[in-house]
């Protein structure tokens, strides 16, 4: 098991084995419950960034 990580389960029945499928290439990975059969997907979603400057900054970014 990895350090502080929880193990998932099964939101329907509890059950903590799955089944691992592409779904859609590389975009989907599809979950199936080896219990109740149910299927969940797993989707990246794009990285955003924020950026906010302090009330006392100019609001400039300087790479040295």
Known sequence: MMT???QMRCGGCG???FRLFTAE??????VEC???RSVSYIEP????LKIEWDDNA???????
């Open 15 to 17: 059950v903590d084995t």
């Open 45 to 48: 979603a794009p990285a955003t």
């Open 4 to 6: 502080g990580a929880k």
């Open 58 to 64: 100019d609001g400039k970014l300087t790479v040295f």
């Open 25 to 30: 290439r590389t975009t989907r990975i599809a």
């Open 34 to 36: 080896m219990g109740c």
